[in-house]
């Protein structure tokens, strides 16, 4: 398997990293996750110039400077799919101070940048178990507050934070994990964002205290064409017994089903209607076939 490592393709095996870089010890990398999708005629990134831009807003945040344009990144990741050959998968590339560091700021500023395009099939991954429904349980542990760290940075620092709380709740028997801000509303799950679904209508948390993910984005739009009423606002647990359906987004899950949370199931069946419904229409989209969506896709080629 190739990687594209500042500007060339080289073997996985070269792109290590010492644990006393500073961004091992530190945290302090940046990265993005995006998803592969098999097209009726070929393959390609599913928001990747969102995902890019993003990447980017990280690097503004953590104060890093990029060694790259966007256009060049876009190119560059485009480059190691055919590399690959990757058909259905994930990109993941990160930006990382690599020289090896005792300070708590970077002596030597310099970052790497490194693009890996991986294919399901090679790791025997299969799409309908990655979104398999899953049971939830609200986290003891807060989401991080935006005070005190930017939580709209995609930055490896940060996910301690959701490891924490997936562990607490996979010792606790439950599958994935309802975030909450330190105000007590809802924030997002480990690695994903959350929607509510009472009848026709459809809730999720505002990007106060969460990442805006690409495809909550996508999902929104596609909701609201459907003709289905959705509202960002303020979501406190206890409003979750009312609640018909839910459901989590992700470049990588998508669109995966909830079964319970804290136990409790929710009303409808699982998958509900309308999370079946929107789970379809993005599959839709990913065929290329709806003109009016192609604008999220960037053919491989």
């Known amino acids: 398997m190739k990687a594209w490592l500042n500007g060339e393709l080289v073997g996985w095996d070269k792109t290590n990293v010492s644990p006393?870089?500073?961004?091992?010890?530190?945290?302090?990398?940046?990265?993005?996750?995006?998803?592969?999708?098999?097209?009726?005629?070929?393959?390609?990134?599913?928001?990747?110039?969102?995902?890019?831009?993003r990447f980017f807003r990280s690097a503004d945040y953590t104060f890093?400077?990029?060694?790259?344009?966007?256009?060049?990144?876009?190119?560059?990741?485009?480059?190691?799919?055919k590399a690959n050959k990757v058909k259905r998968g994930a990109a993941k590339f990160f930006a990382y101070y690599s020289p090896l560091e005792f300070s708590v700021l970077p002596t030597d500023p310099t970052v790497d940048i490194v693009i890996f395009c991986m294919d399901y099939d090679l790791f025997n991954v299969k799409q309908e178990d990655?979104?398999?429904?899953?049971?939830?349980?609200?986290s003891n542990f807060s989401k991080l507050n935006p005070a005190t760290i930017p939580v709209?940075?995609?930055?490896?620092?940060?996910?301690?934070?959701?490891?924490?709380?997936?562990?607490?709740?996979?010792?606790?028997?439950?599958?994935d994990v309802i975030m909450l801000d330190a105000n007590g509303f809802v924030a997002e799950g480990a690695t994903s964002n959350v929607f509510f679904v009472k009848g026709n209508d459809v809730m999720t948390p505002t990007t106060t205290n969460a990442l805006p993910g690409i495809t909550r984005i996508s999902v929104i739009e596609l909701l609201t064409d459907m003709g289905h009423k959705v509202e960002?606002?303020?979501?406190?647990?206890?409003?979750?017994?009312?609640?018909?359906?839910?459901?989590?987004?992700g470049s990588v899950v998508k669109i995966q089903p909830i079964l319970s949370i804290d136990g409790v199931e929710l009303k409808k069946e699982c998958p509900g209607p309308v999370t079946t419904a929107i789970s379809s229409k993005l599959k839709e989209v990913f065929t290329g076939s709806l003109e009016k969506y192609n604008k999220w896709l960037t053919v491989i080629g």
């Open 232 to 249: 960002e606002r303020n979501i406190k647990p206890k409003e979750f017994p009312g609640v018909d359906e839910a459901f989590y987004t």
């Open 64 to 81: 890093m400077e990029l060694p790259i344009e966007r256009e060049g990144l876009i190119e560059a990741v485009v480059k190691t799919a």
């Open 130 to 138: 990655i979104s398999a429904p899953v049971t939830a349980g609200v």
């Open 152 to 175: 709209h940075a995609k930055a490896t620092g940060n996910y301690l934070n959701p490891f924490l709380a997936k562990m607490e709740m996979k010792k606790k028997g439950y599958d």
């Open 20 to 53: 006393l870089s500073h961004s091992f010890s530190r945290g302090s990398a940046i990265f993005e996750v995006v998803d592969i999708v098999k097209m009726d005629k070929g393959s390609a990134f599913f928001g990747l110039k969102g995902h890019v831009e």
